[in-house]
């Protein structure tokens, strides 16, 4: 949707192991955003970007990282994944005071 | 805290008939507002949006009503089809750190009955 690729679409992966999910995009817009999804919390933000390695903290942080050296690709990675982080991860892209729009999802399971 | 959040997690309709999902804000600070919906296993897609300086905006059967009064939010869906079973979330939009940053409800499942 939208030009917004993640990839992989699932893994499942074992405690401990470091994970990265990708994010691509061909709309060129200048934000890029993580959200996590669990029932009962709706959509949480992780992490966002506002440019080229301009990147910044959301509500649900820790245990994360993110990085970004091109427009079109947002990286977000677990150095070291726990159960806590199984969760659907969405990105989401937008241009200056325009809605976000989202990929469809990355399931990502911590055994 | 600041929160977003919705009158009823689910909503169940006839076909045909008009649906009216609604939502509360408490942050005072919140100047745009979004509707999305969710259908299984994909991502939130983009509905509808409103600015606080408006108080409905109507699109292709869907209308948003904003009362900032009472920090209240409706999304209506008219004459509601099969296809628009899925999640509603909505949204709210405010400045916070190097970019706009979204804060979601929990969502509310409508459901159609044929």
């Known amino acids: 949707d939208a030009g917004i690729t993640q990839s992989p679409r699932h893994k499942v992966t074992e405690t401990g192991t470091p994970v990265t999910l990708r994010c691509h995009q061909t709309e060129n817009h200048r934000y890029m955003y993580w959200y996590r999804q669990d029932p009962g919390h709706g959509l949480r933000l992780i992490h966002y970007?506002?440019?080229?390695?301009?990147?910044d903290k959301g509500e649900v942080s820790d245990g994360y990282s993110v990085s970004r050296s091109k427009t079109e690709d947002f990286l977000l990675t677990l150095e070291s994944a726990t159960s806590s982080q199984t969760s659907v991860y969405f990105c989401a892209i937008s241009r200056e005071d325009q809605p976000q729009h989202f990929g469809d999802g990355t399931r990502l399971s911590i055994l | 805290g600041e929160s977003v959040g919705l009158h009823l997690p689910t909503l169940s309709v006839q076909e045909g008939d008009n649906s009216i999902i609604n939502c509360a804000y408490s942050n005072s600070a919140s100047d745009y507002f979004i509707w999305y919906k969710q259908e299984s296993g994909k991502g939130p897609q983009f509905i509808i949006d409103?600015?606080?300086?408006?108080d409905k905006r109507q699109g292709q059967r869907v209308t948003v009503l904003l009362n900032k009064t009472v920090k209240h939010l409706s999304l209506q869906i008219a004459a509601t089809q099969p296809g628009d079973s899925a999640v509603y979330f909505c949204?709210?939009?405010?400045?916070?750190?190097?970019?706009?940053?979204?804060?979601f409800g929990s969502g509310t499942q409508l459901t159609v009955l044929p």
């Open positions: 949204a709210e939009n405010a400045m916070g750190g190097s970019a706009r940053q979204l804060t």
């Open positions: 970007s506002y440019g080229v390695k301009d990147t």
């Open positions: 409103i600015r606080s300086n408006m």
